[in-house]
């Protein structure tokens, strides 16, 4: 199997963009998230999107030329309109703009209407944290799980993410998908064709499925059960009814070239942690010490650490059959 450099792997995924109509300028944020996905160990929001993403660009679902525009409505506001662009330019000008904005303020605010696929959204909060902030992110997606009780997709499986800052060390960093697995895991399994285990997915009738068709054409098993369909309809109406972007009834699939874009929302929270107390950060390290001392207790994020050493001493290692994929896009 193939290994490439993150710095191989990032000029892999920006020339096939381009050549599918990405602008330049664009096609470096989507590769800085897709390379940093798989150097994270998060494959499935890692290089394996960017035969679907370069499709989408050439149908025009993904506009590969928008430009990401800010408008500041409000002191603590940050408002950014995706155009039908890829999600990543869009979240990067929030980043770039939300520390500022947050010292000011004490807290701050970044609405994203008009997107995509946000990705691994624990890469988005980490940038922040890695500033210093707390952050949030919540971020809907294209219907796949039905409101519990329910067997019709109503909702996405609506990932929340969570970064906040430890002393002298990387920060915690938790990054849920509020189905019981991710969907590209099932995505994956139908292109391996093999079975997904039971309990991820329920078939079009609701029945346990181990078929990915099936379950690609049903609904998501919900982290939590009913807890999960309370916590995805809570991301529906954070990320999409106060951005003014889709519900996931109403967005396309990110998955392929059916339909015109998804127009999901995303919103991001930034805090300055002395907003509100002195020695927070501080204290944030207590906890962290004190989930560290039990015996085989660790911090959300630890493998996603352990994992991007790897790729920056190792490389990443790409299938034959994903590169001749990018090679034909």
Request: aromatic share 4%.
């Amino acid at each position: 199997m193939p290994v490439l450099s993150l710095a191989e792997a990032h000029a892999l995924v920006a020339e096939a963009l381009i050549r599918c109509g990405t602008a330049a300028d664009n096609a470096a944020p989507v590769a800085r998230a897709l390379v940093g996905a798989e150097a994270a160990g998060l494959p499935t929001h890692g290089i394996g999107r960017v035969p679907s993403y370069g499709a989408q660009v050439r149908a025009g679902k993904i506009d590969g030329r928008a430009r990401p525009s800010v408008d500041r409505p409000r002191p603590a506001i940050v408002a950014v309109d995706a155009g039908h662009g890829f999600a990543y330019p869009a979240l990067e000008a929030a980043c770039a703009a939300l520390p500022e904005v947050a010292r000011a303020e004490g807290l701050a605010a970044a609405p994203i209407r008009r997107s995509h696929h946000c990705g691994a959204a624990g890469l988005v909060v980490e940038s922040l944290a890695a500033q210093g902030l707390v952050a949030l992110l919540f971020a809907n997606a294209p219907a796949a799980m039905a409101p519990w009780g329910g067997t019709v997709p109503l909702l996405g499986t609506n990932p929340v993410a969570f970064a906040c800052p430890l002393p002298g060390r990387d920060p915690i960093v938790i990054d849920l998908a509020l189905s019981k697995v991710a969907r590209g895991h099932i995505v994956a399994a139908q292109k391996r064709g093999e079975p997904i285990p039971e309990g991820w997915a329920l078939d079009a009738a609701g029945r346990p499925t181990t078929d990915p068709d099936a379950a690609l054409a049903g609904t998501m098993v919900p982290l939590g059960d009913a807890k999960g369909t309370a916590l995805a309809l809570m991301v529906e109406l954070l990320a999409a009814g106060l951005t003014g972007g889709r519900f996931a009834a109403e967005a396309s699939s990110f998955l392929d070239t059916t339909g015109g874009p998804p127009s999901v929302g995303q919103l991001i929270l930034a805090v300055d942690p002395g907003t509100f107390a002195e020695g927070a950060v501080t204290r944030f390290g207590l906890l962290a010490e004190a989930v560290e001392s039990q015996d085989g207790a660790r911090l959300p994020g630890s493998r996603r650490l352990a994992a991007r050493e790897r790729a920056r001493a190792e490389g990443l290692r790409i299938g034959d059959g994903l590169l001749a994929e990018i090679a034909a896009v």
